[in-house]
């Protein structure tokens, strides 16, 4: 029915069926949009957010989210800027999977600030001395880089590239992508790094407050450390399940096997960043402030068995895996590697968000904690179902893998 | 946000942040107006069909970019970087040069008609020279095959002047459509007929001679033999019986005889068009 509209020589599912697959997705995206819609109209009275928890759901999300999608600019970063070409196999999924992250995190953040008519007073009266401020002003100026970056991708559909001037534009934005890579990747550094200091500055809350170089926080860098190491693992996990799903092979296996090690050699600087940066934190910081590291680790729901797994389990190990060069070789390693890193970032964000603001800050607080509403539940699934429709449409009519149908067919012959 | 806003101070913070979020902002904007200053540019200088063309061949699979000298024996394993036009080939002098110390084993194991006074284009055309320099423009037997009997054809106008390269016919068939690209760069003077073999006449126009990037000769029936290889392994991957392994006379209709090809991809491969 829509052939037509899919590039020559890719097999896809049938219509009705793709009709189908989305059709969960798009009750789920449209349960998200009349949560949203009647969020931003009548505030944020059905959430469980309150003046002790601030930052809730929605914030761990954002974290994890624009984190994970930091394959797209480190990928373009690699690419266009350090050559490695073959890595142009996975860079289109990078572009999009960026802009679901970029766009997605950018509506729940809306939401969550809520007064939607006011928006543009973020962007009006800045104040410079928040690290919220680096943070949205990066975060938009690199949605309309990954926007630039997507439009060629769209410009190359089967039937849009028969109008010859969406080709000599498409050419024309191609030869200026170095420069968006670049500019890309310096927002994102700064964005990724404005968000973990936005942490580390808080020295009224001593289990996130860190000391650091200059007005940067260690936090700061962590963010940036582990926002790189993850972004090339969630890509390498997304193109192994959309593979997997669509029963094709999409990508040469050593791009994969590329895509793992990057991450394991990342993560390991970053788990040795990190673990400096506990032990100084233990030793030098909270001795500093009156503290005793023991004091934030006796609470029933965050014990020191939190610490343990995001270091070993989420960090050391799958460092240890993915470094591996014959373990990379090998699917089972690879995609246990890749899910690991994946889940190790999202605990990091959830402990930094949500075990700071349980810790009890003055003599008279107690330890409290948060359970997410359901309208919270609707926007956070709202905005994956949404990445899922995203993805899914791109997937079937844009030419997202350039060596598909090659490898398609070497598979046919063997 | 700006020294107009009433909370913006001529400070270190102001001045650095802001000085930064514009500067990338600008730089943002500018290289967007110089991708639409080139892209204004190119339209207008009608660059378009040799962009549309560069960006074809650079999506073409490696198997359809190999050198017309591969074809004479006088390189192997070579794939061309240069849109098939030798002229700008830095090596092309070079195999021209070789090509007369080497001799290749022509033959042609299936009955296709390749008249020796034609030139052809990888995208399966002819070119016939006729009286006045008046060129004839049709479909060779190989695409004539593939494609079948036609439904319906949209050939240029009279008067329309084609560059070379440019996708100025449009044949179809139920889903299946092809566009064809024209292997010389001329006016067009006559519109033909693909069910009477040929498609278009035109007069050629440009300084450079035309047929350097045509193939003809026993060059062309290497490269013929190369075509038919490359449709046995297409029409093999569909899960068909293998056929032409040696010699025979390939079928009329091709698509007819083989349904279940991925006739889409081959009509878009036989024409050069990747999209």
């Known amino acids: 029915m829509d052939k037509g509209f899919i590039s020559r020589g890719l097999e896809r599912t049938d219509f009705w069926k793709f009709v189908l697959w989305l059709l969960p997705w798009f009750l789920l995206a449209a349960w998200g949009a ?17 003046n002790r928890f601030v930052f809730g759901l929605w914030i761990i999300f954002d974290l994890t989210i624009i984190a994970l999608g930091a394959g797209a600019f480190f990928l373009g970063f690699l690419t266009y800027l350090m050559r490695q070409r073959d890595l142009q196999q996975v860079l289109n999924t990078a572009v999009i999977v960026g802009f679901v992250c970029y766009s997605g995190a950018i509506v729940t953040l809306a939401v969550d600030v809520g007064q939607p008519i006011r928006a543009w007073f973020a962007f009006w009266h800045a104040n410079v001395h928040s690290m919220l401020t680096e943070v949205t002003f990066c975060i938009t100026c690199y949605l309309i880089v990954l926007l630039i970056e997507y439009i060629p991708i769209i410009l190359k559909n089967r039937r849009l590239r028969i109008i010859p001037s969406f080709l000599v534009l498409e050419f024309n934005l191609h030869k200026i992508m170095f420069l968006f890579a670049g500019i890309g990747a310096f927002l994102s550094f700064f964005h990724q790094g404005s968000l973990g200091g936005m942490f580390g500055v808080l020295n009224g809350r001593p289990f996130a407050f860190r000391e650091g170089v200059g007005i940067w926080p260690t936090t700061f860098f962590l963010f940036i450390l582990s926002a790189i190491a993850v972004g090339p693992s969630f ?50 910081t909270l001795p500093g402030t009156g503290f005793d590291a023991a004091e934030f680790y006796h609470h029933e729901l965050f014990g020191v068995w939190v610490l343990f797994l995001e270091l070993t389990v989420f960090g050391l190990l799958p460092a240890t895996i993915l470094l591996n060069r014959r373990r990379v070789q090998r699917t089972g390693w690879l995609v246990t590697g890749g899910i690991l890193t994946c889940l190790g970032i999202a605990l990091n964000r959830f402990v930094v968000t949500l075990q700071t603001q349980s810790m009890p800050t003055l003599s008279f607080d107690s330890f409290m904690i948060y359970r997410p509403s359901s309208q919270e539940w609707a926007v956070l699934l709202g905005v994956v179902a949404y990445g899922v429709i995203l993805y899914s449409v791109s997937f079937r009519y844009l030419n997202l893998f350039p060596r598909e149908h090659e490898l398609q067919s070497s598979l046919g012959r063997n | ?61 490696l198997e359809r970019r190999h050198c017309r000298h591969e074809f004479d024996g006088t390189v192997t394993d070579c794939i061309c970087n240069h849109g098939f036009d030798c002229a700008s080939c830095p090596r092309h002098p070079e195999f021209i040069e070789a090509k007369w110390n080497t001799t290749a084993a022509v033959s042609a194991p299936v009955e296709l008609r390749l008249p020796a006074d034609r030139l052809y284009h990888r995208g399966h055309t002819w070119v016939e020279s006729g009286p006045e320099g008046i060129l004839t423009v049709g479909l060779d037997d190989f ?16 008067g329309k002047v084609l560059q070379a390269g440019e996708r100025s016919v449009v044949l179809k068939r139920g889903s299946l459509c092809a566009r064809v690209s024209t292997p010389v760069a001329g006016e067009v003077v006559e519109q033909g007929d693909p069910e009477h073999g040929w498609l278009y006449r035109l007069r050629p126009t440009g300084p450079t001679p035309w047929v350097e990037n045509l193939l003809w000769g026993s060059e062309a029936l290497v490269w013929m033999v190369h075509e038919l290889d490359w449709l046995q392994q297409n029409l093999n991957s569909a899960g068909e019986t293998p056929t032409l392994a040696d010699g025979g006379t390939l079928v009329d209709d091709l698509v007819q005889a083989y349904p279940d090809a991925d006739w889409d991809r081959i009509w878009g491969q036989v024409c050069l068009d990747v999209g």
């Not at chain 1, 009349?34 to 309150?50: E, F, I, R, S, V």
């Not at chain 2, 806003?5 to 600008?26: K, M, P, Q, R, S």
Request: net charge positive; with cysteine.
């Open chain 2, 143 to 158: 695409a004539e095959r593939c494609f079948g009997p036609l439904d319906h054809a949209v050939l240029p106008a009279r």
């Open chain 1, 34 to 50: 009349m949560t949203t819609k009647d969020l931003l109209l009548h505030g944020l009275y059905p959430t469980n957010m309150d």
């Open chain 2, 1 to 61: 946000m700006l020294p107009t806003a009433y909370e913006f101070n001529w400070d270190l913070g102001h001045v650095i942040f802001f000085g930064v979020f514009y500067g990338i902002l600008t730089t943002v904007l500018v290289a967007l107006g110089v991708a639409t200053f080139r892209w204004l540019a190119d339209l207008r200088r009608q660059t378009a069909t040799a962009i549309e063309w560069e960006k074809t061949f650079q999506d073409l699979p």
């Open chain 1, 235 to 284: 890509i390498m996990l997304i193109v192994m399940t959309v593979s997997r799903i669509s029963r094709k092979r999409l990508v040469e296996p050593q791009i994969l096997a590329k895509l793992g090690r990057i991450s394991g050699i990342l993560l390991a600087v970053y788990i040795v960043a990190k673990l400096i940066d506990t032990v100084v934190w233990i030793f030098v």
